[in-house]
T-cell receptor
Framework: DGGITQSPKYLFRKEGQNVTLSCEQNLNHDAMYWYRQDPGQGLRLIYYSQIVNDFQKGDIAEGYSVSREKKESFPLTVTSAQKNPTAFYLC????????????FGPGTRLTVL | AQTVTQSQPEMSVQEAETVTLSCTYD???????LFWYKQPPSRQMILVIRQEAYKQQNATENRFSVNFQKAAKSFSLKISDSQLGDTAMYFC????????????FGGGTRLMVKP
């Protein structure tokens, strides 16, 4: 079945450590996105990529980094520079053209201990 | 920059009744799209309905319909014959045609359907 997978579902990190969240899609979508969701709040865009080997910062990119070496994959690294990384992280993908629905993965819950 | 506001943090409705969730947005753009997404307790985001700004006719998907008022920049979601499975967070989202495919989300409304 086509879809988006994110792993792991739950992730625990010690302060000062970098951690990488995985996002893979087999929908043949060009565009991919990373969002952060805090309790009781909406989604905020961290990074997005419209094509392989290209990506742009979203509204809250500080303390995060991404890569887009393959069309199917868009991993997100939460660095030690991110001051408050505990949150729910959602990955999404879509066709590049506008008005197209974004399809979301199941999310990763990151907790910093 | 666009902003999306959902003024009702929480709402409840009796099963089989109708409920309307509010959403307003602020933009200087003329061509855009609006979406309602549902996030059930599983936290999987699911598209409920979409509306193209250039269309005057309100979108409808089974029990879900919107009231799109472009001049007022309002985009409310009406759920008819509410079901227990409609219990979820609902997010309104704005997409600017001139800014790729990025979405700006509202803060969400938590809907509880009561038996």
């Amino acid at each position: 079945d086509g879809g988006i997978t994110q792993s792991p579902k739950y992730l625990f990190r010690k302060e000062g450590q970098n951690v990488t969240l995985s996002c893979e899609q087999n929908l043949n979508h060009d565009a991919m996105y990373w969002y952060r969701q805090d309790p009781g709040q909406g989604l905020r865009l961290i990074y997005y990529s419209q094509i392989v080997n290209d990506f742009q910062k979203g509204d809250i990119a500080e303390g995060y980094s991404v890569s887009r070496e393959k069309k199917e994959s868009f991993p997100l690294t939460v660095t030690s520079a991110q001051k408050n990384p505990t949150a729910f992280y959602l990955c999404a993908s879509s066709l590049r053209t506008t008005h197209n629905e974004q399809f979301f993965g199941p999310g990763t819950r990151l907790t910093v201990l | 920059a666009q902003t999306v506001t959902q003024s009702q943090p929480e709402m409840s409705v009796q099963e089989a009744e109708t409920v309307t969730l509010s959403c307003t947005y602020d933009t200087s753009e003329n061509n855009y799209y609006l979406f309602w997404y549902k996030q059930p307790p599983s936290r999987q985001m699911i598209l409920v309905i979409r509306q193209e700004a250039y269309k005057q006719q309100n979108a409808t998907e089974n029990r879900f319909s919107v009231n799109f008022q472009k001049a007022a920049k309002s985009f409310s979601l009406k759920i008819s014959d509410s079901q227990l499975g409609d219990t979820a967070m609902y997010f309104c989202a704005f997409q600017n045609n001139n800014a790729g495919n990025m979405l700006t989300f509202g803060g969400g409304t938590r809907l509880m359907v009561k038996p």
